[in-house]
């Protein structure tokens, strides 16, 4: 019969047939172009499959077959070796299964202390040492605390209001601004599972060159009673662990467009420092209740990128009443060559996005719209296959990423 019906018949595909044809296991009879296989191959591939049942390997396969072409296991000889190599798989199947007997305590040691785990040690809430900064975005008037739930050096609960109309409510421990777009922004964000499962090793490994370069910026410099800045933490967020090694008298800001976001960045800050102080606002026009110029420092972690995706106008122009004379910025940004068709895909998927985002001028464009400019920059490598959370990626493209240092001009 030909290999088509062979196949059929013994209920594998033909490409098993054609592999098991160069490795040995099977050897038909060739006539011009043509395979034809006999009563010996349905005996060799009715072997193979017993003995894939057993956990052989095809290599064992082939040595088991190999030595039955040539004595046939007629001989009492030849049985007994038969029988010798069915023990041996014997015993190797025994000691594998005690090593994977000891890997599944070892397993359920590990998930049985997860659950007891208690890793929300301890609550925080929005730090008394931020009310001084609260104003109001439009007319820069000190916001007023009301009905206020405040325990220890904490506010759980309560609202920030302004005579001229503004509101912000502290829900849980986390401002909540009226600044808050309804785009698909606020679907995901980096810690939902779905999105952990749509970003791939290759990016996340770019990712994190970029957050050991910014570590070792911030490590040269005391950075204590600054505040420290971090906005669109949807995309990705400065890692929580290594924030914690970071000045602990620092006061650290994380602004995001969603609510679950936060409350999972607070979970993970909470547990690798509890003691740090930490305020989260729910924003997503950077429209800030501070007072303008409080702003030391910048943390980028692709938070610009993120922003105007969903803006066409530049993060920066909205950050500048924010920043002072000495704010620095530290971060990472990302960027395709100018002729990748990804730019198109972009402003396909984002018409509202700027027009200038990832690509190669967006980064000196951003800075000089709030008066900064570089003084730093390295190209940390890049990726050709991010994920599907980057959904405007096209095969194959270089996704390349910047990292980056800027301080404010002489001038500004």
């Known amino acids: 019969m030909k290999i088509g019906q062979f196949a059929k018949n013994v209920g594998v595909t033909v490409d098993t047939v054609r592999h098991y044809m160069e490795l040995g296991l099977l050897i038909p009879t060739k006539e011009r172009t043509h395979y034809y296989f006999d009563q010996n191959c349905i005996d060799d591939m009715t072997l ?6 057993l956990q052989f390997t095809l290599q064992e396969i082939h040595r088991v077959i190999s030595i039955k072409r040539v004595t046939h296991f007629v001989d009492i000889q030849e049985i007994d070796f038969y029988l010798k190599v069915l023990i041996e798989k014997k015993q190797n199947l025994l000691q594998e299964k005690e090593i994977i007997n000891h890997s599944l305590r070892l397993l359920d040691e590990k998930i049985e202390s997860i659950y007891q785990m208690n890793v929300a040690a301890a609550v925080t809430g929005v730090p008394i040492t931020f009310l001084s900064m609260f104003h109001c975005p439009h007319c820069q008037k000190a916001l007023h605390l009301t009905d206020a739930f405040i325990k220890e050096q904490y506010i759980f609960t309560g609202a920030l209001h302004c005579a001229c109309g503004y509101e912000a409510v502290i829900k849980d421990g986390i401002i ?15 810690y939902d599972q779905q999105m952990i499962e749509e970003i791939t090793p290759s990016f996340v490994s770019l990712l994190e060159k970029g957050n050991q370069w910014i570590f070792n910026r911030l490590l040269r410099q005391d950075f204590s009673h600054k505040v420290i800045l971090e906005t669109n933490v949807e995309t990705y967020v400065f890692p929580p662990k290594l924030l914690c090694s970071l000045t ?3 006061l650290y800001v ?9 409350r999972t960045l607070k979970r993970k800050i909470e547990h690798f420092n509890p003691g740090l102080r930490v305020l989260y606002i729910v924003n997503s026009q950077l429209d800030l209740p501070f007072k303008h110029a409080v702003i030391d420092v910048v943390i980028d ?3 610009f990128n993120d922003f105007s995706l969903f803006n066409s106008y530049l993060p920066l122009e909205k950050l500048r009443p924010y920043l002072n004379k000495e704010t620095i910025i530290l971060g990472y ?9 990804s730019h198109q895909q972009l402003r396909k998927l984002y018409p509202n996005s700027h027009i200038q985002n990832i690509q190669p ?15 730093e920059k390295e190209c940390i490598g890049f990726t050709d296959h991010p994920g599907e959370y980057i959904d405007y990626h096209m095969e194959n ?12 001009k002489i001038d500004t």
């Open 248 to 250: 602990p008298d620092a």
């Open 397 to 408: 493209e270089k996704l390349y990423c910047m990292a980056y240092a800027a301080h404010r």
């Open 333 to 341: 940004t990302a960027y395709y060559d100018l002729d990748a068709k």
């Open 361 to 375: 001028l967006f980064l000196e464009n951003n800075l000089l719209s709030g008066g900064f400019q570089l003084v």
């Open 254 to 262: 994380f602004c995001g467009n969603t609510m679950e976001m936060l």
């Open 301 to 303: 972690v692709l938070s």
């Open 48 to 53: 193979i499959m017993k003995l894939k049942d």
């Open 176 to 190: 909540v601004t009226p600044d808050i777009s309804t785009s698909p922004q606020n679907e995901h964000y980096i």
